[in-house]
């Protein structure tokens, strides 16, 4: 049973073509955050993580996320998903990655077993996952239907 849901930032919560959030993030977030536990796991310039915060507050959805993991090297993602497990004391299976990238945060849920939510949109929703990397368990084109991922 799902008890996380770790979000990546760019181009998943974050529109970077329209610079601002994707329109339905604020109220996905908060009708999410009444059944599950949130996290951001993403990798961002260093330059760049006091804006994401600032941007997170100015939207009110800040306080929805227990743990985040802003990483500086795209390859420190997956360590990033690993170390959220152990903190939280959570199996795989219990946690569900959003991504819109499936060589990252795709990749990672469907090699340690967890629920994977490809928001294929944007820069890299042409980048199809490998047969190695597998297919995710829900494909989405818009931020609204991530609760549909999570009907009952």
Not at 10 to 27: I, K, M, Q
Request: charged share 30%; with cysteine.
């Amino acid at each position: 049973m799902i008890q996380r849901i770790a979000f990546d930032y760019g181009r998943t919560l974050f529109d970077r073509e329209r610079n601002d959030f994707f329109p339905e993030v604020s109220a996905v977030l908060k009708e999410l955050s009444n059944n599950y536990s949130l996290s951001i796991i993403s990798y961002s310039k260093c330059d760049d993580v006091d804006n994401r915060i600032s941007a997170l507050r100015k939207l009110g959805v800040w306080e929805l996320f227990e743990g985040v993991w802003f990483v500086d090297k795209p390859e420190l993602k997956h360590s990033a998903l690993d170390e959220m497990l152990v903190r939280f004391h959570l199996q795989p299976e219990e946690v569900a990655v959003v991504d819109d990238y499936v060589i990252r945060g795709i990749a990672w849920a469907n090699e340690r077993g967890a629920t994977s939510i490809w928001f294929r949109n944007g820069k890299f929703s042409s980048v199809e996952p490998s047969e190695e990397i597998g297919k995710p368990n829900f494909e989405i084109s818009s931020f609204g239907e991530i609760l549909g991922c999570f009907a009952p």
